[in-house]
């Protein structure tokens, strides 16, 4: 899980564990004040106040891990309620009051194991779950067989197998939830992970040309829609196959590691920097009319041309750029920065060229 979840968690942790102090605390108080004691609620109530503090404290001050505070809430909640159970089914008479009590513990037990669901993976969440029955059964079933009393409706041996079967019926639905969700979860980062091959370079690490023709489009429509203005700037290397020939593709591939590097140095966080193909980039501009294009290409020429790439190549680019006219697709406005290019090349490479902007009639 993400640092920042982990502190979402933790802090949720603290905050319901000091609410639970401050109820179990104002309980306590009722029932150690009562005209009559109840002894097995002021001790389970004692125990359970002191417990919500200590954890409490633990989750705020970031003593002891998550681990440790989920397991203490887990194992924790289960010996209070089952330890309840134990003292009223036992050691004092089960009138009405304690037989309402016996019936409430059980009714709190199912939300033991929607937590034990919640904090650990499927596998472990079964395992706690099941431990947690099996105390159950432990702990009543004497009681059960040996008791020919009633818990007000059914016999207690019936009350007991109820409540059996609705746990066990509950952390097989808990189980089959937690797996179908990591399941999803998996699904859901292979389809991230995917989604992020599909557009990604594979060498740079940049935008491929996939994604970029996305971006793309989705400049066009918005220039469309609102009126806005937005560039190209298409970006080449100079004598790369020179450079390739020479010194090895090894060579090659790290210039251009390199340099996309510097390319997404050198741009706004708004800009899509690509590589479109070979040792040619595009860059992406929303906002930016011809002349800032131009400038920013500019920028970007000089900052090449006085750098040394992968530790001891000096390389050159040239570049052309082009703006969005209305009436524009994709690909008339990449022929544009591309032949914008190409008299950039013509002319002598290391420079920069706009499109020639037709007169206006």
């Known amino acids: 899980m993400p640092l920042e979840g982990l502190r979402r968690k933790r802090?949720?942790?603290?905050?319901?564990?000091?609410?639970?102090?401050?109820?179990?605390?104002?309980?306590?108080?009722?029932n150690a004040t009562a005209v009559t004691i109840d002894g097995p609620a002021v001790a389970v109530g004692a125990v359970a106040a002191l417990g919500f503090l200590v954890i409490a404290i633990m989750a705020q001050s970031r003593f002891g891990s998550l681990v440790v505070i989920e397991h203490l809430l887990l194992w924790g909640?289960?010996?209070?309620?089952?330890?309840?159970?134990?003292?009223?089914?036992?050691?004092?008479?089960?009138?009405?009051?304690?037989?309402?009590?016996?019936?409430?513990?059980?009714?709190?037990?199912?939300?033991?194991?929607?937590?034990?669901?919640i904090a650990f993976d499927g596998d472990t969440s079964l395992r706690y779950s099941?431990?947690?029955?099996?105390?159950?059964?432990?702990?009543?079933?004497?009681?059960?067989?040996?008791?020919g009393g009633a818990l007000f409706v059914?016999?207690?041996?019936?009350?007991?197998?109820?409540?059996?079967?609705?746990?066990?019926?509950?952390?097989?639905?808990?189980?089959?939830?937690?797996?179908?969700?990591?399941?999803?979860?998996?699904?859901?980062?292979?389809?991230?992970?995917?989604?992020?091959?599909?557009?990604?370079?594979?060498?740079?690490?940049?935008?491929?040309?996939?994604?970029?023709?996305?971006?793309?489009?989705?400049?066009?429509?918005?220039?469309?829609?609102?009126?806005?203005?937005?560039?190209?700037?298409?970006?080449?290397?100079?004598?790369?196959?020179?450079?390739?020939?020479?010194?090895?593709?090894?060579?090659?591939?790290?210039?251009?590691?390199?340099?996309?590097?510097?390319?997404?140095?050198?741009?706004?966080?708004?800009?899509?920097?690509?590589?479109?193909?070979?040792?040619?980039?595009?860059?992406?501009?929303?906002?930016?009319?011809l002349e800032d294009a131009r400038r920013l290409a500019e920028n970007v020429r000089g900052h090449v041309g006085d750098q040394v790439l992968a530790e001891r190549f000096e390389v050159t680019v040239s570049l052309g750029v082009a703006s969005y006219r209305p009436g524009d697709t994709v690909a008339s406005l990449v022929a544009r920065a591309d032949a914008a290019l190409y008299l950039a090349k013509r002319g002598g490479r290391n420079q920069v060229r706009v499109e020639i902007v037709p007169a206006p009639v």
């Open 77 to 117: 909640g289960s010996a209070l309620l089952i330890g309840n159970l134990g003292l009223r089914l036992y050691l004092y008479p089960l009138g009405p009051e304690a037989a309402s009590a016996v019936i409430t513990s059980l009714l709190w037990l199912p939300l033991l194991f929607v937590f034990s669901t």
């Open 154 to 289: 059914a016999p207690g041996l019936g009350v007991m197998l109820q409540a059996y079967g609705a746990s066990a019926v509950l952390i097989v639905a808990l189980y089959h939830f937690a797996d179908l969700h990591q399941r999803m979860a998996a699904m859901e980062e292979t389809a991230r992970t995917m989604r992020h091959l599909a557009n990604t370079d594979a060498l740079t690490g940049l935008a491929n040309r996939r994604q970029a023709e996305e971006h793309l489009a989705r400049e066009l429509r918005r220039a469309e829609r609102y009126g806005r203005v937005f560039s190209l700037v298409m970006v080449d290397i100079d004598h790369f196959k020179e450079l390739n020939d020479r010194f090895g593709h090894q060579a090659g591939d790290a210039v251009l590691v390199e340099l996309a590097q510097r390319l997404s140095g050198l741009v706004r966080a708004s800009d899509t920097i690509a590589r479109w193909g070979g040792e040619e980039f595009l860059l992406l501009a929303p906002e930016t009319r």
């Open 130 to 147: 099941a431990a947690l029955l099996v105390l159950l059964v432990l702990v009543t079933l004497p009681y059960g067989l040996t008791s």
């Open 11 to 30: 802090n949720a942790y603290a905050g319901l564990t000091w609410l639970a102090f401050v109820a179990t605390a104002i309980s306590l108080a009722r």
